[in-house]
Each structure stands twice: as C-alpha cells, then as structure tokens.
C-alpha cells in the first residue's frame, strides 16, 4: 500500500548480508506499476493486431481468403481457430482459402491449431482450399499425422481461383 492507502505492484528482492557479526536481510521494494500497465497496453495492442490478422477478405459471393501472415505462436493460433468458424458463418462463406504464404515460423502445436481450423470449416459444410504450404509445413503436417486427403491445396490463391472457375478479365 502507499502512504495514501491505494494499492500498489511491487517487486521485492531480499538478499542476506552481514552487519558487523550479524545477519541480516537487506530488502528493496521497487514500484511496477508504471511497467505493469505499459505490458497490459502492449497485451491489448497485440489482442487487436490478432483480431486484425483473422479477417476473412471477401472475395465474392460465399468465396473469401484467410491470409496468415507473420509468425504464428499458440495463442495467435487458437484465437483463429475460435474466430474463423464464427467469422465463417456470419459472412455466409462456403469456400474459403486458407492462404498460409506468409507464414514463415510454426511449431507443431501451432500447424496442429492451423489444420484444426480445415476440419472445423469440414464440419460447418465450409469447402477449404490451403494455398502457400512451405516444403516445412508440409512436413510438420505429415509428421503429425494430419490427414489432408480430403483437402484441396494450390501453390497459389490465383491457382485456387482459377480451380473456382474465377478468372481475370485481362
């Protein structure tokens, strides 16, 4: 507590010393306050950017693409998996592709979250098609014994276009 009575964060670091022939424990009290709310902002820029990276980009009637973009941890991964389905839903998609060529680090709890979203999208009638793997994603996925035989996968979302009967006017 503060001299006021409010509530504060601390730190406190003990450490033992000798006084003359005695022993004792020199204690240092450091206020976080100023430090927890700055991670508590950076927590909710990061929370934003996330709900950012799970936007379905509509492309035409009942066809969007989900970009993945950037380094994907566990958490940024389970937050797709309960958004997309509902985000699915709400934009009346019946064929969306996962575009996964911009993702360059994965773990494998992360590619199991990722591929989870594919069975999910299977499950609500939603036809998937992934786009981008990198030869080390294709692996992990091998490797974790997750079956794509079902799924449709293109090198490109112009491949999976163009499969969609959509082509350019040029």
Same mark, same amino acid.
């Given at each position: 507590? =503060?001299? #006021?009575?409010?509530?504060? #964060?601390?730190?406190?670091?003990?450490?033992?010393?000798?006084?003359?022939? &005695? &022993?004792?424990?020199?204690?240092?009290? =450091? #206020?976080?306050?100023? &430090?927890?709310?700055?991670?508590?902002?950076?927590?909710e820029?990061?929370?934003?950017?996330?709900?950012?990276?799970?936007?379905?980009?509509?492309?035409?009637e009942?066809?969007?693409?989900?970009?993945?973009?950037?380094?994907?941890?566990?958490?940024?991964? *389970?937050?797709?998996? !309960?958004?997309?389905?509902?985000?699915?839903?709400?934009?009346?998609?019946?064929?969306?592709?996962? #575009?996964?060529?911009?993702?360059?680090?994965?773990?494998?709890?992360?590619?199991?979250?990722?591929?989870?979203?594919?069975?999910? !999208?299977?499950?609500?009638?939603?036809?998937?098609?992934?786009t981008?793997?990198?030869?080390?994603?294709?692996?992990?996925?091998?490797?974790?014994?997750? *079956?794509?035989?079902?799924? =449709?996968? !293109?090198?490109?979302?112009?491949?999976?276009?163009?499969?969609?009967?959509?082509?350019?006017?040029?």
């Amino acid at each position: 507590f =503060r001299l #006021d009575g409010t509530t504060v #964060d601390v730190e406190l670091y003990c450490h033992p010393l000798l006084l003359g022939d &005695k &022993k004792v424990i020199q204690t240092y009290v =450091r #206020d976080i306050t100023v &430090k927890k709310e700055s991670e508590t902002r950076q927590k909710e820029i990061i929370k934003q950017i996330n709900e950012l990276s799970t936007t379905l980009v509509p492309l035409l009637e009942g066809i969007a693409v989900l970009p993945l973009v950037g380094s994907i941890d566990e958490e940024r991964a *389970n937050q797709l998996l !309960m958004a997309v389905p509902v985000k699915v839903q709400t934009q009346n998609v019946n064929c969306l592709i996962i #575009d996964f060529s911009g993702i360059y680090t994965l773990n494998s709890i992360v590619t199991e979250h990722l591929f989870k979203i594919n069975s999910v !999208m299977s499950l609500l009638g939603v036809q998937c098609i992934l786009t981008g793997l990198r030869p080390e994603l294709s692996r992990s996925a091998v490797q974790l014994g997750i *079956n794509l035989d079902s799924t =449709r996968t !293109m090198a490109t979302v112009k491949n999976a276009l163009h499969f969609l009967g959509i082509t350019s006017s040029k």
